[in-house]
């Protein structure tokens, strides 16, 4: 099929029902999660340490890398997530800043080749940043996606599309279940969930395990393997529209498939400036 051919016409995509697969040339395989905080006194200076050096040395300038976006989450937007405390191994205001980044496809072992010694490496050279803290870095495998419309933003778009807000949700089976029956629960909700929402994607994501070799600073989550990640990309502030989150969220622990065990709402930062610094704590 030519590129003529192939991009001719919008797509009609049946809203809100999961996609698993797509075909495309360009599709995303997996993805790495940050979740940090500056120390308390350094946030102006971590926060342009990280957007003007480490968000391109630590990961955009590696191969198949393909794009990334950087997030915050002030003071309301920490007060908001739930469930309080979250059943995660951080309290539930532990982390102001989170980053997302898309690997090809087919690549992530060796993007991960890459980026495991060239963060050890910048660390050596002096390029890195002692004063913050991690809480939950991980990588995760794509594993589906729905949209709310039938001609959206694709997924592959969505960290350049530059969406105001973000919601993660990590997301596990309840007693008895399985990450199939939450995923099946999921596909019967989100199409009237969706419908009308300021939620233009949700995606859903698999833990991968890091290297043994990563970063000391880097925790390691006991749990990871239970639990999915789910980003959603909002357009406005998550706050504007947080009940249906909080009800999304009951109601999946009402089913019996599963439950939320962290929700949490961000902005996107304003890329070259310190908005937002003075509002985390």
Same mark, same amino acid.
């Given at each position: 099929?030519?590129?003529?051919?192939?991009?001719?016409?919008?797509?009609?995509?049946?809203?809100?029902?999961?996609?698993?697969?797509?075909?495309?040339?360009?599709?995303?395989?997996?993805?790495?999660?940050?979740?940090?905080?500056?120390?308390?006194?350094?946030?102006?200076?971590?926060?342009?340490? %990280?957007?003007?050096?480490? %968000?391109?040395?630590?990961?955009?300038?590696?191969?198949?890398?393909?794009?990334?976006?950087?997030?915050?989450? @002030?003071?309301?937007?920490?007060?908001?997530?739930?469930?309080?405390?979250?059943?995660? &191994?951080? &309290?539930?205001?532990?982390?102001?800043?989170?980053?997302? %980044?898309? *690997?090809?496809?087919?690549?992530?072992?060796?993007?991960?080749?890459?980026?495991?010694?060239?963060?050890?490496?910048?660390? @050596?050279?002096?390029?890195?940043?002692?004063?913050? @803290?991690?809480?939950?870095?991980?990588?995760?495998?794509?594993?589906?996606?729905?949209?709310?419309?039938?001609?959206?933003?694709?997924?592959?778009?969505?960290?350049?599309?530059?969406?105001?807000?973000? *919601?993660?949700?990590?997301?596990? &089976? #309840?007693?008895?279940?399985?990450?199939?029956?939450?995923?099946?629960?999921?596909?019967?909700?989100?199409?009237?969930?969706?419908?009308? #929402?300021? *939620?233009?994607?949700?995606?859903?994501?698999?833990?991968?395990?890091?290297?043994?070799?990563?970063?000391?600073?880097?925790?390691?989550?006991?749990?990871?393997?239970?639990?999915?990640?789910?980003?959603?990309?909002?357009?406005?502030?998550?706050?504007?529209?947080?009940?249906?989150?909080?009800?999304?969220?009951?109601?999946?622990?009402?089913?019996?498939?599963?439950?939320?065990?962290?929700?949490?709402?961000?902005?996107?930062?304003?890329?070259? @400036?310190?908005? %937002? *610094?003075?509002?985390?704590?």
């Amino acid at each position: 099929m030519t590129a003529e051919e192939r991009y001719a016409a919008p797509v009609a995509l049946e809203p809100g029902r999961i996609i698993r697969t797509i075909d495309e040339p360009i599709r995303v395989g997996s993805l790495l999660w940050v979740f940090t905080d500056p120390h308390e006194g350094h946030e102006r200076a971590y926060n342009r340490w %990280y957007e003007r050096d480490h %968000y391109y040395a630590g990961c955009m300038i590696g191969a198949s890398n393909f794009a990334g976006s950087r997030w915050v989450a @002030t003071r309301r937007h920490k007060d908001a997530r739930f469930p309080d405390p979250p059943d995660m &191994p951080f &309290p539930r205001d532990a982390g102001s800043y989170a980053c997302v %980044y898309y *690997v090809l496809d087919g690549c992530h072992e060796d993007w991960l080749e890459w980026s495991t010694p060239q963060a050890n490496w910048l660390y @050596t050279v002096d390029r890195g940043f002692q004063s913050r @803290t991690h809480y939950n870095t991980g990588t995760y495998a794509y594993a589906w996606r729905a949209y709310r419309d039938p001609d959206p933003v694709p997924l592959e778009l969505a960290l350049d599309h530059r969406y105001p807000g973000l *919601v993660a949700l990590w997301v596990e &089976p #309840s007693a008895g279940a399985a990450h199939a029956d939450v995923d099946a629960w999921f596909d019967a909700e989100l199409p009237a969930w969706l419908d009308g #929402s300021p *939620v233009a994607t949700v995606s859903s994501w698999s833990y991968l395990p890091l290297r043994d070799d990563k970063a000391d600073f880097v925790p390691d989550d006991p749990s990871g393997a239970r639990r999915s990640l789910q980003l959603h990309f909002v357009e406005g502030d998550p706050l504007d529209s947080w009940d249906s989150h909080r009800d999304l969220a009951a109601r999946l622990d009402a089913s019996g498939a599963g439950r939320v065990v962290f929700a949490a709402p961000f902005v996107a930062t304003v890329v070259g @400036t310190d908005r %937002y *610094v003075d509002e985390i704590w």
